[in-house]
Structure formats: structure tokens, C-alpha cells
């Protein structure tokens, strides 16, 4: 029914597709062929007309129009509520659709000549395979399978294919819980048998289907022989036809290649492959501290079919994310042809797996926010033409794997969400003081829609449009282990990201020892393990205003004692000359978290934790481990938000940096020979050096210096500054550092990934400080002047700085910056 | 014929405490708690039972009890409640007392609140009193109660090694 549901709003986009306008016509057509043996009449009656509707359309003798399309899919959506009724409890349900009916034979009008006859010839169709085919499940999916095989078998715009998919219907079996109803369900059992055995033997040629009737009714009158028998009594056929038709029956069976298992069925042998990782694990850990060879064997066996078992029994709960896919477009039809709005809407990644549970529970969160971007992000035709944006507004979905989750995320191109009015909202309603609001940043302001009290309070408009059910959104998500995020510009559009774990079963974690405790880490965070002698650690850890950082490859991380964060106790081993340290990732960032040991890997199985920690924030749940000790799991996110927060409220102690706060930054902060003081953002920066002053060599006109196997360029800082001084740099900005003998300089990245040296007077440190606002900038390649450390800064913009770098005019491509990007 | 109700009783600094013994998983002597770092004292950690891990709540701190009077290795009862199980910790498990509906009273306003608040009868034994707790109230953790309960897990260990 989605397939249909999908593939109507697809033909309505393009009405000439004759492809899609036959399958569309064959599902239709093999409901209703099917529902009239079964004595669905309602279902006929309505799928009739819409045939016979579908007909014209194919045989071109109307064109598809909005309103056509709006009468057929109104009628996909009766057949859906009808089957549902069938399967529920094998009634068609008490709705009545005549309007509808109605409505279809309306739509037929503008050339009616050729109605009548399509619909003679459908019917001899429904005549034809009510004779031959007698059982029949009325599940959409079956009819869609036999209608593309008649269809296979009988090419072409035929209609009367009635006769053809007999015999392979007659091999589906009965569903257990088809429809049977009372005085029928006698008649019902004869046409079963004669279906399985009678359809194989009419299809065969070996005996008519007249002859099979007579046979049933033989049965029907008190004759208590099997099928075949009357027929061979009758002297229709042999004994020979039954066993051959019999013999040939599994053969066809077998093309049925999948079969329907039970969801809860499919959970429980989950939870038990669960149980058994753990059992395994535990029995590893047994057969590691024994010699016993032949335990060890075994064991070895059994973790290698326990892994396969696992992986196998997973993948039989993943399923494509398409399937919720195919459900938006009719969504994104209805909704903006109610709103009046023109919407395009894009799906990326359809091919995306994930659990079927977690697939099922995203459903409605999806549809909520995509709703929500139809009616309040997405703006009506005029006022986007106002705005100098395409009339036709588009919402983009698109999911993905990464870092061992399921990503999704819709985007609208629409009004985007006024956060200031989103926090004047949040304070009327009392859902943060002044104090919090003064201090929120625009990304934490926008996710207050997730509040419950800022969404059901009033009507949407009232808060710029977003929010209504957004509580519920986020709830259901983080059910799931999830996250939801939400990020908008004004007049640009809105991006709602939800993040779930790919499956809630286990995951491969790093176990590490921090005090008494024993922690999780789930190695899809984990970037890498690190350890330095605690002699050498100075080089790599540094402490800036009680910030402590850790160089990392070119980088500077922020760095995190679990056990100082975690105000755990225990000594640490004594002697343990060596700082341990895991380098994990998140969010696009990565902070260094520093542990007493390391264990090893676990395969865990991740479960819940009491609700009363949440308030916590930093556990993600819990897991047995192999040892049966149990280990908390680090919610890696929550940490690295830690890390920038506790690193921001230290700074601000020191400093007494007051006011308010609204960009958080980690800067790099730069001494100029005039004691000016300049900062860069820490995330444009490579690594810092320092260079000895006749490592510099002269290319052409350029600076270069040999770095790491590659020659990248040298460009002194203020020489790139120099609307305000000219720094040759032979002269002033040289001569300190000539003097020493060495020079500091910046490695950064260009935009197009090329490397290159910044020479820079002074390196004074590293500070964490948010942005509230920025003094204009008095020069070209500033962002402007803030106060950092009671100091004014100037913040450099690296962008415009690194585009007046000359280019190198004489330089092969391949010597330029080449490896270190890498 | 006095209606009877099945109770499993423990101890609480001496107090004896009933819980319906339907409500009752199971007795279990003292397990390795599993802390959670930067918990309230009213929740010192979880426990691995089984593989299942339960969240275990020191009823003494929860109803505000002086944990003066902890000698010894506690004992932990597993309830049955509508989040699931969960682990209470008390000082000694007593034996399943039959209880006459009769004597039933209400909670007396002497009780101190925190105990008032989670109990749902009280009754007059021959000895003693009997505090019928009402489990569902016990495992609501208001934000003022695990508020209420810190200082943290790590102060609360230095209380103990520092006498």
C-alpha cells in the first residue's frame, strides 16, 4: 500500500509514465480480482471504480489531473482502512464509501465512450479467475507478487490476464487467519483444496476446470472422498496426473523465498543471542586463565559462531530506512496542497538500514517534523518570491550512517526560527530565568522547542512557527537512545538532526579503570588509546589558566581527568609512571579523557539506567561485563560538553570575565612585537612550532621552510596585517626572534587544504572564552576585538588572511603542502 | 474471621518495616553495589542480579534515618514495583508477619515527615510497632530528595574512612 501511496504521488509529477501507471493499475486490479472471490464486496465495488479510473488513464483517454489524483488516493486510503479491518478481524468494517464511488465514476466523465467496455472486459477478467482461482489471501503484498508474474507471462496492456494467475495463486497457501465467515468458511476449505490440487492439475491441462467444480460440489454434497479421487472415479484423469501435479506442488513452494516471522519472536531470540555474547564473553575470560586445550578449542569455536549468530540474527531485524521514505511523499502532498504551498521534497540514503523497532518508533517523530517544516518553516509561494527565494520551497531528507549511528536529517529551506522570540516565549512561559537566558547561546535557545511547555501552550504562530509536539518528538527519540538537534537560521531554513543507535543490542566498548570504577567507552566514539611516560607528559599535556590541553597530532585537545571529573577515590597504582590517556570523538570535536588503566575491548550489551541518574548526565547506561562486574557507559557527548563547560567556568573564575556569553571559543593567543595581542581560532590551527631561524629558505619570492618532508610556504603574521604596518621581515617583526636564534610559528590549513606556516611573534597560550560581542574591526583580515584575559584582542580571520598569501608561481602541484593533509 | 496481609519485615536502625510480601522479588545478603559517580546518597549505585541491573536506594538515607546505627553487612530487598524492580538497602531482614486488617491505622503525625511520607499504615504488634511502606512512594524520587541526599557518593565514602 505504500509502494501505491508513493508511487501516485510520483505519477502525479510525472503523468506520463506508463511504467508506474501499470503497476499502479496492476495492484488495484489484483485487489480487486482477488477480493471477489472472497466475497469482499465493498472492496470490489470501490477498487472497481478506481480500475476502471486507472484504466482511462493508461489507455490515455483522460489526463491525470489533481483532482483524479486526489479521488485515487483517497481510495488507496479506503482499501487500506478496509484490509485492515479483514486482517484485524476478517470483515470489511462498517464504513460505507458511496460518495467515493461516486466521485471515481465522476472523474471518468470527460470521454466516457470506452468505459463500458473496459469494464465488460474486467469483469469477464473477474469471471475467468474467480473460475480457476479459488483461494486467495487478500494481503497486498501477495496480489502485488502474482500480479507482476501474470504480468510477466502476459505482456502487454492486457487486461483480461484474469486466467493466467490461477495457477500461481493456487500455490499460496492459506493463511492461517484468512478471512473465513461462517456459512462460507465450508465452501471456503473446498476451494482451498481445490486450489492447491485442482489449480496445479487445471494449469497442468490434465482436467478441466468445469470437471474440478463438479468435483467440489460432489464434496460439497456428502461425498467424503479427496479431490483427486472424485476426479479419477469420475474418470477425468489418472492417478498418475494427482502425484505428478502433487510432486511438482513443492517446487514452486520453494521460489517463495522468505517467510513471515513474528516481530516478538525475532526480539526474544535477540535478547537470548544477547544473553549468549554475554555468556561467551564470560567463558572467554575462563578459557584465557586455563590451560585446558581442549576448552580452549571449543571455546574458540563458540565465539566465532556466537559472533556469526549475533551478526546474522541482527541483520534480520534491519531494515531500509526507504520504507519510511515511501510514506513522506503523500505526506508532503497533502499537507502543502492544504497549505497552499509549492514543496519539493528530496530523500537521500533510503538505502540506510536500521532496526526495525527503532525504524517503526522514528515513524512518527519524522512525519511530526516534517509536518512542522511544511506549515511553519516552509513559507507560501508569494512571500518566498518576497524574499528572493524559488517559489517552490524544498524539504530535504536524508539519512546516513556515521560513528556507528543511524543519522537523519530534514532541512527546509523555509523562514527558519526567531530564536529571540523563541526565548521571550521560554521566559513568559517561566521556563528559564533571566540569569539562564542572558547566558544561552543561539543553539540551546532554538532547542528550548524541544520544551514541553513552549510547544502546547499557544497557537504556533505565536512562537515564530515551530515547537507544537516538539516535546514529544525529542521523548520518543531519546526513548530510543537517541538525540534530537536543532539548528535554524533566520530566512534561511531550519535543520532538525536526530541521531539513534543502530540497533539496541550490544556494542563493542573500551573497558577502562578510573578510582574503583570500571567505565565503558563505545569504541564507535573512541578515535584512539595514548600512553606517555609521565617524564615525558609535559611535552604533550599543558596546563593554560587551568585549562589543561593535550597536543595531539598537530592538534590541541581539550583534556579531562575522569577521576577529577568523576570526584572519584582510590589511589592511583603507585608507580604507574605512565599518563593513560583515550582520545575519544563527538559531535565533530574530540576531547582527550585521561584514566588510571586500560582493560581491553568487550562486546556489551547496553542497558538502561535508572531515570533518577539522569539528572547525572554523564552515564549512557550500564553493562555487565564479562567478568560480571558491572561498568558504567561514558556518555562520550555529554563529557565533551562537560569539558567545554568546566574549561569556560575555570576561565571565568580566573579571569572574572563577566557579561554575557553567546559564541564559546577555544583561542589561540598571539603576542605582537608592540605587545598588541592577537587570538585565531584553535580549530584552524595544525600545530605549533618552533623554528630555527636558518631552516627558512628562499624559493622565488618565497619564504619556505622544510617541514615534515614537504615544503610549505612562510609567511610572517603581520606581514598579512600590513594595512596598518609594513613589516618587512627582514626588519622589526624578525628581529626578536633572530636574535634568539628561533622564530614560533602556526602551521594552519587553508581552505584548500594546503598548509601553511604563519610566522607569529609570541605564542602566549590557549583560552576558552565566549564570544558576546565583537568591537568592528579596524583593519582587513580581523573579525573584530574582544577582550580576552582583560586584554583587548584582535580575532584574526584566518580566511581572508590565508587568501592574500601569494600563490607560488614556480612550484610543481605535488610539492605543495601534499602530505601532511593526510 | 479477621481479612489478614502477608508482610516480609527488616530493620531499620531497629525500626521494624513491612512491605506487602506480594510486592516482594526477593531477599538477597549484601552484593558488590557498582557506585555511580556524582550520585546522591540516596541512590549509591546498581547492582548486577543475575545480569540485570538494578538501581538500589539506601532506604535509611531515603527516609532520612541516622546511618550512625549501620553495623555490619546490610542486606538488600528486591521489590517489585511499577518501574520495575528495585533494590532497597536496610540493615536486617526480619521474618513474614500475618497481619490483622484491624489493626491497621493510619500514619501518626509523630512520625517524622520523611518516614510519613512513605508509609502507608502503621500497625500495633504486641511488641512493636509495624511501618507498612508504600513502595511505589519510596522509589519517587523528588529532584529536592536526591537533591536532599548529596553530598556526593565521594564525600560520603571520606565520611565513612574518616571516623
Excluded at chain 1, 547496553?606 to 552515564?619: E, G, H, N, Q, T
Amino acid at each position: 500500500m505504500n509502494r501505491l501511496d508513493h508511487d501516485f504521488v510520483c505519477l502525479e509529477k510525472d503523468a506520463k509514465n506508463a511504467e508506474l501507471l501499470g503497476s499502479i493499475f496492476r495492484a488495484i486490479h489484483t485487489i480487486k480480482g482477488t477480493c471477489g472471490f472472497l466475497g469482499f464486496g465493498k472492496l470490489e465495488m470501490l477498487t472497481h471504480a478506481g480500475e476502471n479510473l486507472l484504466a482511462m488513464l493508461r489507455a490515455g483517454e483522460i489526463e491525470l489531473s489533481p483532482g483524479i489524483a486526489d479521488g485515487l488516493l483517497e481510495m488507496v486510503d479506503a482499501v487500506r482502512v478496509i484490509l485492515k479491518n479483514i486482517e484485524e478481524n476478517g470483515t470489511e468494517g462498517s464504513a460505507e464509501y458511496p460518495e467515493l464511488i461516486e466521485k471515481l465514476k465522476q472523474l471518468q466523465k470527460p470521454r466516457k465512450g470506452a468505459a463500458p467496455e473496459v469494464e465488460k472486459k474486467v469483469a469477464t477478467a473477474a469471471v475467468l479467475s474467480e473460475a480457476a482461482a479459488k483461494t486467495e489471501k487478500t494481503k497486498a503484498k501477495e496480489q502485488k507478487n502474482e500480479g507482476e508474474k501474470s504480468e510477466e507471462k502476459k505482456p502487454g496492456p492486457s487486461m483480461e490476464h484474469g486466467s493466467t494467475p490461477a495457477h500461481t495463486q493456487e500455490f499460496i497457501e492459506p493463511h492461517p487467519e484468512a478471512p473465513t465467515r461462517g456459512s462460507t468458511s465450508k465452501r471456503k476449505k473446498h476451494e482451498v483444496i481445490a486450489g492447491r490440487i485442482g489449480g496445479a492439475l487445471v494449469s497442468r491441462g490434465r482436467v478441466r476446470a468445469e470437471d474440478v467444480f463438479l468435483a467440489l460440489e460432489m464434496q460439497e454434497g456428502g461425498d467424503r472422498r479427496r479431490l483427486g479421487e472424485i476426479l479419477v472415479g469420475l474418470g477425468k484423469m489418472t492417478e498418475w496426473d494427482i502425484e505428478e501435479a502433487l510432486a511438482a506442488k513443492p517446487v514452486i513452494e520453494k521460489q517463495e523465498g522468505s517467510i513471515r516471522v513474528d516481530v516478538h519472536l525475532l526480539e526474544k531470540q535477540m535478547n537470548l543471542v544477547s544473553e549468549l555474547v554475554l555468556l561467551r564473553n564470560r567463558l572467554l575470560q575462563i578459557a584465557a586463565n586455563s590451560n585446558e586445550r581442549n576448552l580452549n578449542a571449543s571455546v574458540h569455536g563458540l565465539n566465532y559462531i556466537t559472533s556469526e549468530l549475533r551478526k546474522n540474527v541482527m541483520k534480520t531485524r534491519m531494515q531500509p530506512v526507504s520504507q519510511l521514505f515511501d510514506k513522506l511523499p503523500r505526506i508532503v502532498r497533502d499537507v502543502s496542497k492544504d497549505l497552499g504551498k509549492k514543496v519539493r521534497l528530496e530523500t537521500h540514503g533510503g538505502e540506510t538500514e536500521l532496526d526495525k523497532t527503532l525504524l517503526e518508533a522514528i515513524k512518527d517523530p519524522v512525519t511530526h517534523i516534517l509536518r512542522n517544516s511544511l506549515d511553519h518553516g516552509i513559507e507560501s509561494p508569494e512571500d518566498r518570491r518576497k524574499s528572493g527565494k524559488t517559489e517552490e520551497g524544498t524539504v530535504r531528507v536524508r539519512a546516513f550512517h556515521e560513528g556507528g549511528n543511524f543519522h537523519l536529517e530534514i532541512a527546509d529551506d523555509g523562514a527558519g526560527i526567531n530564536a529571540e522570540r523563541v526565548k521571550q516565549k521560554a521566559l513568559g512561559k517561566g521556563l528559564i530565568n533571566p540569569a539562564q537566558a542572558e547566558k544561552m547561546t543561539q543553539r540551546e535557545i532554538l532547542n528550548l522547542v524541544f520544551q514541553p511547555g513552549l510547544s502546547t501552550a499557544e497557537k504556533v504562530t505565536n512562537v515564530s512557527g515551530r515547537g507544537v509536539g516538539m516535546d514529544v518528538v525529542k521523548t520518543n527519540i531519546e526513548r530510543i537512545g537517541g538525540t534530537a538537534k536543532i539548528e535554524s537560521t533566520v530566512s534561511k531554513g531550519t535543520i532538525v538532526w536526530l541521531e539513534i543507535p543502530l540497533t539496541l543490542a550490544t556494542i563493542p566498548a573500551l573497558t577502562v579503570v578510573s578510582g574503583e570504577s570500571v567505565f565503558a567507552i563505545p569504541q564507535a566514539a573512541l578515535v584512539e588509546m595514548i600512553a606517555i611516560d609521565e617524564a615525558e607528559s609535559s611535552k604533550y599535556i599543558e596546563c593554560i589558566d587551568k585549562v589543561s590541553v593535550f597536543r595531539f597530532r598537530g592538534t590541541v585537545l581539550p583534556l579531562m581527568s575522569l577521576r577529577e571529573e568523576l570526584k572519584l577515590n582510590g589511589v592511583p597504582t603507585e608507580g604507574a609512571a605512565i599518563v593513560k590517556l583515550v582520545v575519544v570523538r563527538t559531535e565533530g570535536r574530540q576531547i582527550a579523557l585521561r584514566v588510571d588503566d586500560i582493560r581491553n575491548t568487550e562486546e556489551i550489551v547496553i542497558k538502561p539506567l535508572d531515570k533518577r541518574f539522569k539528572s547525572i548526565a554523564l552515564y549512557s547506561g550500564a553493562a555487565v561485563l564479562g567478568d560480571g562486574r558491572v561498568a558504567l557507559i561514558l556518555d562520550v557527548p555529554a563529557l565533551a560538553r562537560r569539558a567545554g563547560v568546566v574549561a569556560n567556568q575555570k576561565l571565568q573564575n580566573e579571569a572574572a570575565v563577566e557579561g554575557r556569553r553567546k559564541e564559546k571559543l577555544t583561542l589561540l593567543l598571539l603576542g605582537g612585537a608592540d605587545g598588541e595581542r592577537m587570538a585565531m581560532p584553535l580549530d584552524c590551527v595544525q600545530r605549533l612550532e618552533e623554528f630555527e631561524a636558518d631552516a627558512v629558505e628562499r624559493m622565488g619570492e618565497q619564504d619556505v621552510v622544510q617541514y615534515r618532508g614537504d615544503i610549505l610556504r612562510l609567511v610572517h603574521l603581520l606581514e598579512l596585517l600590513k594595512e596598518r604596518r609594513a613589516v618587512p621581515r627582514t626588519e622589526k617583526g624578525r628581529q626578536g626572534a633572530e636574535a634568539r636564534g628561533k622564530f614560533s610559528a602556526v602551521v594552519v590549513r587553508s581552505s584548500n587544504a594546503e598548509h601553511i606556516i604563519l610566522e607569529v611573534h609570541q605564542i602566549l597560550g590557549i583560552v576558552k572564552v565566549e564570544i558576546d560581542r565583537l568591537t568592528p574591526p579596524t583593519r582587513e583580515g580581523v573579525r573584530g576585538s574582544l577582550v580576552v584575559q582583560d586584554k583587548v584582542t584582535e580575532l584574526l580571520n584566518l580566511e581572508t588572511l590565508l587568501a592574500k598569501v601569494p600563490k607560488l608561481m614556480n612550484m610543481p602541484e605535488a610539492l605543495v603542502g601534499a602530505g601532511l593533509g593526510s | 474471621m479477621a481479612v489478614t496481609q502477608r508482610y516480609a519485615t527488616f530493620y531499620l536502625n531497629g525500626i521494624c518495616f513491612g512491605v506487602p510480601i506480594e510486592k516482594v522479588q526477593e531477599v538477597l545478603g549484601y552484593q558488590h553495589i557498582t557506585p555511580i559517580p556524582l550520585s546522591s546518597l540516596v541512590l549509591p549505585g546498581i547492582i548486577n542480579l543475575r545480569g540485570q541491573i538494578l538501581t538500589t536506594i539506601d532506604l535509611k538515607t531515603r527516609l532520612e534515618l541516622s546511618a550512625d546505627e549501620t553495623s555490619g553487612q546490610q542486606m538488600m530487598v528486591v521489590v517489585r514495583t511499577s518501574e520495575g524492580p528495585i533494590n532497597l538497602l536496610v540493615d536486617k531482614i526480619g521474618g513474614v508477619l500475618d497481619v490483622d486488617l484491624d489493626l491497621f491505622e493510619r500514619p501518626t503525625e509523630s512520625l517524622k515527615p520523611a518516614v510519613r511520607a512513605v508509609t502507608s499504615h502503621v500497625c500495633k504488634l504486641e511488641k512493636h510497632l509495624l511501618l507498612v511502606l508504600d513502595t511505589e512512594r519510596v522509589i519517587q524520587l523528588s529532584e529536592e530528595i536526591v537533591l536532599a541526599g548529596k553530598p556526593n557518593l565521594a564525600e560520603q565514602q571520606e565520611k565513612v574512612l574518616s571516623p
